[in-house]
């Protein structure tokens, strides 16, 4: 029992610094578009605030629509490859604990964690709860490239408003700001943003001397 504890922890990381979505709907894709990008070899290194005001750094390495790396605090290092039907393949090594955690979406359900592909890829997802979309009509010129303001009001039950400067070139959003006190303050914006030459080598971990834990269906976690 300790194994599968320590795993159902460990893999609560997997949605760390995300959005929790559903699947991407139509009208959501319009505006947030990445169709450009579907297929490029991506990286960015980004910085966002956690519920209590905490700063993490994330570094993503997106390989088009087939796998992507996600370092957080260069602790969590989680990596998320898609087969040939669509499935998901969730590796997690937690390098603090040395832990390594496999899962796919179905042991993650059974968690209650409903990841999904463009929270981890694209930093940025359609909520679940009722929303609203209003464009903003502004643009921004930032380091990484210009991108255009939308605002995002969440409904009930947890209710926020967001402003998301998006770039459809990068299929991103350079930057998110939450309204608090009346005024906007950022939660997560990218300070680094580039194309990469992509290689197996770069979506590999096997840390040596960890703890392998698969929380798939049919694996036994029990001590």
């Known amino acids: 029992m300790m194994l599968r504890r320590l795993a159902s922890s460990a893999i609560l990381a997997l949605v760390s610094g995300t959005c929790l979505a559903a699947e991407p709907m139509e009208n959501w894709l319009k505006v947030f578009p990445r169709s450009a990008v579907a297929e490029q070899s991506v990286y960015f290194h980004a910085r966002y605030l956690d519920a209590r ?14 796998r992507v790396r996600r370092v957080t605090d260069d602790r969590l290092d989680l990596i998320v490859a898609r ?48 929303h609203e979309i209003i464009a903003s009509g502004g643009s921004e010129q930032t380091a990484s490239g210009p991108c255009s303001w939308t605002t995002l009001i969440v409904k009930a039950p947890a209710a926020s408003t967001n402003r998301v400067c998006w770039s459809a070139e990068w299929g991103l959003p350079l ?25 197996d080598a770069v979506f590999e971990t096997a840390p040596a001397g960890y703890v392998e834990m698969d929380m798939r269906a049919g694996e036994d976690l029990s001590d």
């Not at 496999?102 to 981890?120: E, K, M, P, Q």
């Open 83 to 130: 087969d040939a039907d669509g499935e998901y393949e969730y590796k997690l090594a937690d390098r603090d604990r040395h832990i390594l955690v496999i899962a796919d979406r179905t042991s993650l359900y059974r968690a209650g964690i409903f990841s999904d592909w463009d929270a981890v890829a694209y930093a940025f997802s359609e909520p679940r709860a009722e």
């Open 53 to 66: 005001g905490i700063e993490h750094r994330q570094e993503v390495w997106r390989d088009g629509s087939r």
């Open 175 to 199: 930057s998110i700001q939450d309204r608090r006190n009346n005024e906007w303050q950022t939660q997560f914006e990218i300070i680094e943003l580039r194309t990469f030459q992509s290689s």
